[in-house]
């Protein structure tokens, strides 16, 4: 046990210093070429009719930042989904709770046009939890219905299904267009405002987050046993969820829906610091964090001219580790 | 067996523009009209092409679409840019070479490309959630800072917003509207 203590706060504080190279490679490296100089300039000396100076302050910055906040708070999802579920394939993209939200916000839309950004989070919110409770919900109902597999299978069917809900509204209602931006995930549009709108939601997840994370290593070794160690399943349960509700929702409002971020992290943590959650949430979210910000500045990139959308570099790292998964711990035995 | 009315196909490629008409004028039987139409486009074009192509010398100038508050740009041989760079002559900026279908550009792609005219085609239709999209993008602090934004020549709509350049009549009806802005 010593040796994955020293392992942590090694790979934490490599992780944070990582991340503050990340952020200035991503402030300084995108589309236009802007000059070091000119950055620093931008911050100490902030000139409003300089485009470099605003590229700098309203859209490098935030965008930075918005990539490492979702991403750590996706991972950190995913790590309580997975410990929760003992399911190594539980992940926000895959058990239907970002296809909620997404149906959520397609609902406001379509009765609610002209919803203000804040009432599309809670919507946002709402829906991730729907997404949730029945994806879990049937799991329970269904014999082996909470084998791994088995349950990403339902969520990925249930994600289908309220995604095609979505679309038949979206269509109907004529709004189909204005769906496809929510879907597709645009983190080079986040604005200062959208940061600051979601720092609190961001900070409330999280730390609910970390307190779950040490009912939850009991909780990975199997209900019976967290209930004979004395703790109160369905109140650690409901908590862990409200958290991945709180962290999913908030990212999918501020930027769509981002797979595998939730699903790949947790994993590599594990593999890194052992089984022990109080360990696994914050690495996951530190190492989440920087997996998104690489996967950000990749999408500048990988096309020039044009960006590559977000969700295509992440599904090119995420679709052969979810086979790998599949293949290694799919079958019936949970970890 | 099934019954299928006599079906034509007509192209909506901007490049096809003069056959689509003179296929629509036969089957309507205003082939003179058509091509009275034709002649008067291109006599519009070669009047105004030298005296612009001068004045405006080295200037980007860019054609754009806000879609559910998304910037687009478009190929070479798509939307107005067959007139803009084709017909007119003027630069193709590198982004829109680089097209090969519709495709998304930033704000900060945008700024990099830096046209000194912009036209924008906003149409509430396909920003039925972004309604505010158009002021979000011309307030937005980096777009304020766009040199046709600066000096004023942002052409918002100057043909009816879903008119996108293939069929003839976005074609003349454009070229009235940019030569009228441009030479300004």
Same mark, same amino acid.
């Given at each position: 046990m010593r040796s994955f203590k020293w392992k942590t706060w090694t790979f934490s504080g490599l992780a944070l210093a990582l991340m503050?190279? !990340?952020? +200035?490679?991503?402030?300084?490296?995108?589309?236009?070429? +802007?000059?070091?100089?000119?950055?620093?300039?931008?911050?100490?000396? &902030?000139?409003?009719?300089?485009?470099?100076? $605003?590229?700098?302050?309203?859209?490098?910055?935030?965008?930075?930042?918005? *990539?490492?906040?979702?991403?750590?708070?996706?991972?950190?999802?995913? *790590?309580?989904?997975?410990?929760? !579920?003992?399911?190594?394939?539980?992940?926000?993209?895959?058990?239907?709770?970002?296809? #909620?939200?997404? &149906?959520?916000?397609t609902l406001c839309m379509a009765f609610l046009p002209g919803a203000s950004n804040m009432a599309m989070v809670g919507y946002s919110l709402a829906g991730? *939890?729907?997404?949730?409770?029945?994806?879990?919900?049937?799991?329970?109902?269904?014999? #082996?219905?909470?084998?791994?597999?088995?349950?990403?299978?339902?969520? !990925?069917?249930? #994600?289908? &299904?309220?995604?095609?809900?979505? $679309?038949?509204? =979206?269509?109907?209602? $004529?709004?189909?267009?204005?769906?496809? &931006?929510?879907?597709?995930?645009?983190?080079? #549009?986040?604005?200062?405002?959208? +940061? $600051?709108?979601?720092?609190?939601?961001?900070? =409330?997840?999280l730390i609910l987050a970390l307190f779950m994370a040490r009912p939850m290593t009991a909780l990975s070794l199997g209900e019976e046993i967290a209930a004979e160690l004395g703790m109160n399943v369905k109140l650690i349960k409901s908590l862990t969820m409200l958290s991945v509700v709180i962290m999913t929702g908030i990212s999918v409002a501020i930027a769509g829906k981002i797979a595998f971020v939730g699903l790949i992290l947790p994993h590599i943590t594990r593999f890194l610091v052992g089984p022990d959650y109080r360990r696994i949430v914050p690495l996951s979210a530190l190492l989440g964090a920087l997996f998104l910000g690489w996967c950000d500045l990749i999408s500048r990139f990988l096309n020039p001219p044009f960006e590559v959308p977000i969700g295509v570099v992440t599904a090119l790292f995420g679709v052969p580790y979810f086979l790998y998964l599949i293949k290694t711990r799919g079958g019936g035995r949970s970890e | 067996m099934f019954k299928i009315a006599p079906t034509i196909l007509v192209s909506h490629q901007a490049v096809d523009w003069e056959d689509n008409l003179r296929l629509l004028a036969e089957v309507t039987g205003k082939q003179e009209a058509a091509e009275q139409a034709i002649q008067q486009y291109k006599s519009d074009l070669e009047g105004a092409k030298a005296t612009l192509t001068e004045k405006l010398g080295d200037q980007t100038v860019m054609a754009i679409r806000i879609r559910t508050g998304k910037l687009f740009i478009y190929p070479e041989s798509v939307f107005f840019n067959p007139i803009l760079y084709g017909d007119l002559g003027l630069k193709v900026p590198a982004e829109v070479s680089a097209a090969k279908a519709q495709e998304e550009i930033t704000i900060e792609q945008l700024a990099t490309i830096n046209p000194d005219q912009l036209f924008i085609q906003f149409a509430a239709d396909e920003n039925k959630e972004t309604a505010t999209a158009l002021d979000e993008f011309l307030n937005n602090p980096i777009v304020k800072n766009v040199a046709a934004v600066k000096n004023d020549k942002v052409y918002v709509n100057v043909i009816d917003p879903l008119s996108e350049g293939g069929p003839a009549w976005s074609r003349i009806e454009f070229l009235k509207a940019a030569l009228e802005r441009l030479s300004e």
């Open positions: 503050v190279v !990340t952020v +200035i490679i991503s402030v300084l490296h995108g589309t236009k070429p +802007i000059r070091y100089e000119t950055a620093w300039e931008a911050l100490v000396h &902030f000139d409003e009719g300089n485009v470099d100076h $605003q590229i700098i302050r309203t859209s490098r910055i935030p965008r930075a930042i918005g *990539a490492l906040l979702i991403g750590g708070l996706l991972a950190a999802s995913g *790590a309580l989904m997975q410990g929760m !579920t003992r399911n190594p394939l539980a992940s926000p993209s895959i058990m239907g709770i970002s296809d #909620g939200s997404v &149906f959520a916000i991730s *939890a729907l997404g949730g409770v029945l994806v879990f919900g049937i799991s329970r109902l269904l014999p #082996g219905g909470s084998s791994p597999v088995m349950m990403a299978v339902l969520g !990925t069917v249930m #994600g289908t &299904f309220l995604g095609g809900l979505s $679309q038949a509204l =979206a269509s109907y209602y $004529q709004v189909s267009q204005n769906i496809s &931006f929510w879907y597709n995930a645009r983190l080079h #549009g986040i604005s200062p405002d959208m +940061i $600051q709108l979601a720092i609190p939601f961001a900070a =409330a997840g | -």
